[in-house]
């Protein structure tokens, strides 16, 4: 009985995982369609024609077509910091970005049973296959690319528990750690002019912060940036989440091998089993003859 309902087991587990693969490999979601851009670009920096930009690659040849080589001479860290922070605001428009079914469909799947936020996209590549992407989304391909250009990068986090959550990152170039918020868009232009300080100074500096973020609640400010806590250097923000979207990524297309083999190995080995018992069965009827 044990057996007949491992074999159904196994043969349901197959069956999923023919399921997820033909999900993955026939149900293609159409590309996100920006709409209402007009009102996008109201309330945020935003240019659909920077969709075009689908992974880190692309991405920093594309900084670096508009720095206008691939090596960043000494002294220019800040001038490419500005590219990578300009195109970071342009290429998002603020919104969690998630896996769908053709989009590791079983990390789509499974992630409401353990949790939630798992299908919040955490690959830096997926992510830029969507035209919107929050805090923390915005932040990981912004490490992800200074990383790749040889800079030193850290997490930023704030927490409250009356407004939430938020995500930034500090980047090491010129001596010191330089603050990239690219979700919440501080102003650049004073960004710039006073050469991307820190958020250790940001925060001591009340007009600084306010001047900032103009177009953001006070109230909100002052809430969020009280307190914040720093990541290790160069460690990737969500480990955990990172590790389980690519292995169901692969499982997305090989889950179903699984049990396959699993009920082939156990066949195989039912069988030498029976083969073995009936060789001893022969010895023993060939001995009881002769006896």
């Not at 922070?85 to 409401?112: C, E, V, W």
């Not at 990239?180 to 050469?195: C, G, Q, V, W, Y």
């Not at 009340?206 to 250097?233: C, E, H, P, V, W």
Request: aromatic share 14%; hydrophobic share 40%.
């Amino acid at each position: 009985m044990r057996t007949k309902a491992f074999s159904v087991l196994l043969l349901l587990l197959f069956l999923f995982g023919i399921a997820i693969l033909a999900a993955e490999l026939f149900f293609k979601p159409a590309s996100p369609i920006v709409q209402g851009s007009n009102e996008i670009k109201a309330r945020e920096h935003f240019d659909p024609s920077l969709s075009r930009i689908r992974s880190i690659k692309e991405f920093t040849e594309y900084c670096d077509s508009l720095y206008g080589h691939k090596q960043i001479a000494a002294g220019d860290s800040e001038q490419y910091a500005i590219a990578i922070s300009r195109t970071l605001r342009d290429r998002f428009y603020h919104g969690y970005s998630y896996y769908s079914l053709g989009q590791n469909s079983l990390g789509r799947i499974l992630a409401p049973y353990l949790k939630p936020d798992l299908s919040a996209i955490v690959i830096p590549d997926d992510i830029l296959k969507h035209p919107m992407a929050a805090c923390s989304q915005q932040s990981i391909v912004g490490m992800e690319v200074f990383r790749k250009k040889g800079f030193d990068v850290r997490k930023v986090g704030f927490y409250s528990d009356k407004v939430g959550g938020h995500f930034c990152f500090e980047v090491f170039f010129n001596d010191k750690w330089h603050f990239f918020d690219p979700d919440l868009e501080p102003k650049l232009s004073i960004m710039t002019a006073n050469h991307f300080p820190g958020i250790a100074e940001i925060v001591k500096n009340d007009s600084l912060l306010q001047s900032l973020y103009r177009n953001q609640d006070d109230k909100l400010l002052q809430t969020l940036f009280a307190k914040y806590r720093y990541g290790n250097i160069n460690d990737f923000p969500a480990p955990r989440a990172i590790i389980y979207q690519y292995v169901t990524k692969v499982l997305s297309y090989t889950f179903w091998l699984i049990p396959l083999l699993t009920y082939i190995f156990i066949f195989i080995r039912r069988r030498a089993n029976s083969k073995e018992k009936c060789a001893e069965l022969q010895g023993s009827l060939v001995y009881a003859i002769r006896a």
